[in-house]
């Protein structure tokens, strides 16, 4: 089987690696993919939102499968477009992704299904909003309905800050058309918890419980980004609160989708908050999580090429999907500057060190090596018998690794 697979961060390493290990693929390829990548698959250079060049790639090829892993594609309607053209593809359709691609969507579904979320008021002209904050306690959460690269979520402490959150997206129109509407919601507290599922849109299989660690530095402090690291699995993540969360979140989640006529079929992540009223839904994305994704799929012991095809087929039932016991911990290393202006083309020394997985999100390979290509580089992922250990490996590994402005995370996985 020739298989296809869109996307270039660690995120999609994480998937052509699990992808390679199937022995049923013949042929791997990855668009855009990257300089880790480049060693699995064939790297096509085509970007990830070029939906005719991967359609016209994909029938070129007689691609058998297209793995749909970033939002954007997916939001755009790439996996409809391929299986319009008679090409199986993996991921939501343009309809399902809807619960990523617009907040107030998905919140307006939680409300419409009883599913615990944070109370909330929808806007989209300025002056109401503003009267709104007249009303609310603080801090108060201001959310872009739309995709926004994790940065359409404010958290403000005061009247002012909120002001300018809405200013900026309802007036001043820069988070563009995502900020066309925004959501005021209410400010939960507690501890987050990722919960990845596949679903065929009628059964669903949670994935292994992770964590992952959003703000730049040390003790959750400085900007948000893509993710600085994660674990898996999550302590929190009790059984008593996941068979809470499967009966009240992530059942009626697809009972709903099926009923709005949006069946969802690919992975779905729960983003939850387990309050001290409960575990409550923050964010739905339609796809796999990253960094989640790298350090779920090394604990994932079934063929991922057989759960994708069970997921198309709706025989999710039919398949039994079985975990690592093992821990599993990745660190982020990013360039100087990340979240924020960041330089590229730095050159990365590597040692490499046994028992490590080495997932490459911002690199690229040149003559003279490979070098620095985005703003988080690389994601390093350890499995060990337990938290610690992996922990352990992980930050071994990460210590033989150099960049010039190279930071990372020196708490993941304690706290
Ligand atoms: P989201 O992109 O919706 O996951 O939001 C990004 C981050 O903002 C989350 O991981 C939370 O840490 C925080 N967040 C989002 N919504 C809320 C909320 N209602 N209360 C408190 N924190 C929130
Ligand atoms: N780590 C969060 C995300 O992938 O959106």
Known sequence: MKVLVIG????EHAIVWKLSQSPRITKLFCAPGNGGISSLAECIDI???DLEGILNFAKQQQIDLTVVAPDDPLALG??????ENGLRAFGPRQAAAMIESSK???KELMKKYRIPSAEYM????????????????????IKADGLALGKGVIIAFSREEAEDAIKAMLLNNEFGKAGERILIEEFLTGPEVSILAFTDGKTIVPMVSAQDYKRAYD??????????GAFSPSFHYTPEVAEYVEQHII???????????????????????????GPKVLEYNARFGDPEAQVVLPRLQTDLLEVMEAVIDRQLHKLEITWDDRAAACVVLASEGYPGSYRKGLPIKIKEQPECLLFHAGTKKTKQGLVTNGGRVLGVTALGDNLSEALQKAYQQVGAIAFEGMHYRKDIGKR
């Open 78 to 83: 790439l996996v409809d477009k391929l299986e």
């Open 219 to 228: 003790k959750d402090r400085g900007p948000n980004t893509g993710g600085m």
């Open 122 to 141: 929808c806007f989209d002209r300025y002056d109401a909003a503003a009267n709104f904050l007249s009303q609310v306690p603080f801090p108060v959460v």
């Open 47 to 49: 970007s990830a939102t």
């Open 104 to 106: 107030v969507f998905a």
């Open 8 to 11: 270039s961060g660690g995120r």
């Open 251 to 277: 059942m009626p989640t697809i009972v709903a989708m099926s009923q709005e006529d949006r069946p969802f079929q690919g992975v779905l992540y729960f983003g939850l908050m387990l309050t001290p009223s």
